[in-house]
Every structure is written in C-alpha cells, then in structure tokens.
T-cell receptor
Framework: GAVVSQHPSRVICKSGTSVKIECRSL??????MFWYRQFPKQSLMLMAT?????????EQGVEKDKFLINHASLTLSTLTVTSAHPEDSSFYIC???????????FGNGTRLTVT | GENVEQHPSTLSVQEGDSAVIKCTYS??????FPWYKQELGKGPQLIID?????GEKKDQRIAVTLNKTAKHFSLHITETQPEDSAVYFC???????????FGSGTKLNVKP
C-alpha cells in the first residue's frame, strides 16, 4: 500500500518552455503533498507544501510564480516549472501523506534537464 | 526550527557485517522519526519509522533506536547484503507531520 506515482520520470525541455510534473497517490487520499528538489549527492530540499483545495505554502527562497503547484484533488498534485532555465535542471520529488500522523511516502522523482 | 544531523556521510562494510547510522535532532518537540532508503535515480522509500513513545523498533534485519533524552536516533542494519547499498536519510517531524526535516544522508556501500 501507500504508493505514490510521479510522471514523467525524465523530461528534457528547451529553455523558456514550461514543464508539468504530476504526482498521484494511487491507493490513499493525500491530504498533504510536498515537493522537494534534490541536487546531486545532497539531501532533499523542501520547496513547497500543498493541502488539497488550498494554495501551496512555499519555502523561503522558492519562487511561487516559477514553480506553480496545484493540488486540485485528494489524489493529484502538479508542479509546473514555468519559463524553465538550465539552472532549473534538477531531480524533483513529490511526497504525500494521508491523514495527520500518517507516514510520508515518496514518488520516484522526475529528472528535469533544461537545454 | 529543527536541525537534523546525520553521520557518517559514507559507510563501507563487508557483506554480512552490521551497519549503524546515527542522527541527532535539536527540537525536543519532534516526535516522529522515519528512515528512508534511496537507490540511484529513484525516490526515497520508507523502510522503518519510530514514534517518540517507543524506544526501539525492529523489522527483520533493520532496527531503529531512539534516545529522547539525548535527542538521537540510530538505524541498525544487521547481516548486510549488497542490495542494502544505497543512500539512507533520517528525518524528524513534530506535531501533525506537516513538516519533515531531513538529515544529509549516508551512502552505504556493502562490499560482496
């Protein structure tokens, strides 16, 4: 149980274009989803927290107009990287939890390369 | 806010030996401590967790211990196998699990 599916696993896009990443909870309702960014050989950096039906809360230093997060349903959250630039190239990972006090489960990540 | 420190950053063991990874946290309000295993190119996978009302938890070859007084918790892997090779992250959370603070990760290499 507790499967989080993330798509795509890899995406290459040109500078200036936008990319959407989907995160789905397959067998539970995710009241809260988190989006992380991970640089090579580094830990997970929390970008934003989203609760279903409300606006995402962004961490300090994360541009909310660049990283658009939508959590329209209890099973789906999306991260859109707008006007992508090479420095946005990274590994993006979503995670989700169900009810309060339930464990956090991660998707398999999306490797974004901006050329 | 909470600060989680993890050691060592790399750990090499021989197959069959035990491996121990240690984490410390700063906020005594933290009450939930999960451990994740991340294989190359994949997302972290929850392998074991412990809540603050328990001192130790075991699941087959892996165990986690928690010392609330000293504010540290450890992951123990016994009879290590090559497939245990991965990066392991500890984390701490408090209250209603709205925020998780991750350690810097430990790269475990199990040599056959």
């Amino acid at each position: 149980g507790a499967v989080v599916s993330q798509h795509p696993s890899r995406v290459i896009c040109k500078s200036g274009t936008s990319v959407k990443i989907e995160c789905r909870s397959l067998d539970f309702q995710a009241t809260t989803m988190f989006w992380y960014r991970q640089f090579p050989k580094q830990s997970l950096m929390l970008m934003a927290t989203s609760n279903e039906g409300s606006k995402a809360t962004y961490e300090q230093g994360v541009e909310k107009d660049k990283f658009l997060i939508n959590h329209a349903s209890l099973t789906l959250s999306t991260l859109t990287v707008t006007s992508a630039h090479p420095e946005d190239s990274s590994f993006y990972i979503c995670s989700a939890r169900g009810t309060v006090n339930s464990p956090l489960h991660f998707g398999n990540g999306t490797r974004l390369t901006v050329t | 806010g909470e600060n989680v420190e993890q050691h060592p950053s790399t750990l090499s063991v021989q197959e069959g030996d035990s491996a121990v990874i240690k984490c410390t946290y700063s906020d005594s309000a933290s009450n939930y401590f999960p451990w994740y295993k991340q294989e190359l190119g994949k997302g972290p996978q929850l392998i074991i967790d412990i809540r603050s009302n328990v001192g130790e938890k075991k699941d087959q070859r892996i165990a986690v211990t928690l010392n609330k007084t000293a504010k540290h918790f450890s992951l123990h892997i016994t009879e290590t196998q090559p497939e245990d090779s991965a990066v392991y992250f500890c984390a701490a959370s408090m209250g209603n699990f709205n925020k998780f603070y991750f350690g810097s990760g430990t790269k475990l290499n199990v040599k056959p």
